[in-house]
């Protein structure tokens, strides 16, 4: 079965640069969630999107950004990047606002230099 | 403060040795889920209990949600090197966010 798909899987920046992380959800999936999760600790929510529209919120800085287009794929922009913003970012996708089942990809490691 | 307690935080068992993971919390759930995570990769699903002292069987494991939905509790029989990973409670807190314990990293050496 096809699973989330994220990309890249590896991404190395530096202090103060910029990166795009893309999410592409399972087929028929309308929910995206962003996670971030640092070394030795659990996932933490950053922000999801219902069919192209934020649905919720979490520990997200504002020095990021998010959106979810058309096609039901989504991007997470990170600005002005620091050395604590490295971390596995996940995504997770989930048919259905609020559904309790969320199925994740296999991550993007961002390493800040 | 972490919402889910999990317990222990670490486990090094034998292969063909039993193990269970806890799960806790002082709140009630709709549902609790569990999630399987190897180095590098994303959480995997594994199961979601909804019902107040449901029980459900995945091969060799078996997930058993609390009566009053509070807490949770992983059990592997006849664990194998492939259940090495770390093990995962989460559930949705009031907000409707997914919430993560701190995980059981499990090791089982053949």
């Known amino acids: 079965a096809a699973g989330v798909i994220q990309s890249p899987r590896h991404l190395i920046k530096e202090k103060r640069e910029t990166a795009t992380l893309k999410c592409y959800p399972i087929?028929?999936?309308?929910?995206v969630y962003w996670y971030q999760q640092g070394p030795g600790q659990d996932p933490q929510f950053l922000i999801s999107f219902y069919e192209k529209m934020q649905s919720d919120k979490g520990s997200i800085p504002d020095r990021f950004s998010a959106q979810q287009f058309s096609d039901y794929h989504s991007e997470l922009n990170m600005s002005s990047l620091e050395l604590g913003d490295s971390a596995l970012y996940f995504c997770a996708s989930s048919l259905g606002d609020r559904s309790y089942e969320q199925y994740f990809g296999p991550g993007t490691r961002l390493t800040v230099t | 403060t972490q919402l889910l307690e999990q317990s222990p935080q670490f486990l090094s068992i034998q292969e063909g040795e039993n193990l269970t993971v806890y799960c806790n919390s002082s709140s009630v759930f709709s549902s609790l889920q569990w999630y399987r995570q190897e180095p590098g990769e994303g959480p995997v699903l594994l199961v979601t209990?909804?019902?107040?002292?449901e029980v459900k069987k995945l091969k060799r494991l078996t997930f058993q949600f609390g009566d009053a939905r509070k807490d949770s509790s992983l059990h592997i029989t006849a664990a194998q090197p492939g259940d090495t990973g770390l093990y995962l409670c989460a559930g949705f807190d009031s907000w409707g966010k997914l919430q993560f314990g701190a995980g059981t990293q499990v090791v089982v050496t053949p």
């Open positions: 209990v909804v019902t107040g002292g």
């Open positions: 087929p028929r999936h309308d929910t």
